[in-house]
């Protein structure tokens, strides 16, 4: 742990500039645990260092358990910043050649996203938000449209199977919204097998899943909707 670190865990935008300024290579310095400066940013309860390390352009290292920092980040809670690094994995500043360098093992965009990338126990940050039960970052990372919702851990679970066991059962309404809207006529079938998941749900705009079926003309989703 290194004072550079410090730093970003508390958000001192000023003292990471001046470590960057003053050092050659201090971006890569890493903890006992391979934590990176990225690491302890995203742990910190505001965006500033997140936002400041990022427009460094560093964005793709994993500790020793294989946690990016938007895992790290799902696990405490930032919702501000799952957000900030969900907005910039849309736009492509983490970007898919920058995985690509990385030779790490994916076939197509949804992998090489970084809102699927696992751990080493195989979660994606979805696992630890439906873990936690933390609807507000549940739906910011359903709103990635590259998420996958059906991707399993090393114990052969998947997020929502996760959420639906804890009790967590707005995490899983709010999935099924998403599901709908994306046509995963899969996802939607699993998530209704939960009879405690309400699929009358509505969002934000009073729209509920059959709406969405409707909306996009997802008929298979429709029909598997009238039938609950």
């Not at 052969?156 to 995963?184: F, K, M, T, W």
């Not at 699929?199 to 039938?227: F, R």
Request: neutral net charge; charged residues 20%; glycine residues 6%.
């Amino acid at each position: 742990f290194l004072p550079i670190h410090a730093a970003a865990a508390r958000g001192n935008v000023d003292i990471l500039d001046w470590f960057y300024e003053t050092y050659n290579n201090v971006l890569n310095l890493l903890d006992e645990e391979n934590w990176s400066v990225m690491h302890y940013a995203a742990a910190s309860e505001t965006p500033n260092a997140l936002k400041w390390t990022i427009a460094k352009g560093k964005v793709a290292f994993k500790n020793k358990q294989g946690q990016t920092a938007l895992h790290i980040t799902v696990k405490a809670c930032r919702v501000e910043n799952v957000e900030v690094m969900d907005f910039l994995d849309k736009v492509g500043i983490i970007t898919v050649e920058a995985i690509d360098r990385l030779s790490l093992n994916t076939s197509g965009i949804g992998e090489k996203s970084s809102i699927n990338w696992k751990t080493h126990k195989g979660n994606t940050a979805l696992h630890h938000a439906a873990r936690g039960g933390n609807l507000e970052i549940v739906k910011a990372l359903c709103r990635h449209p590259y998420i996958n919702y059906n991707i399993k851990n090393s114990e052969g679970l998947c997020p929502l199977v996760i959420a639906a066991s804890r009790g967590h059962y707005e995490c899983v309404e709010d999935a099924l919204i998403h599901a709908a809207i994306n046509g995963q006529t899969k996802i939607v079938a699993l998530l209704l097998k939960s009879n405690r998941a309400n699929h009358d749900t509505q969002d934000k705009y009073l729209n509920s899943a059959m709406h969405y079926a409707c909306a996009y003309g997802w008929l298979p989703i429709v029909k598997l909707l009238t039938e609950v």
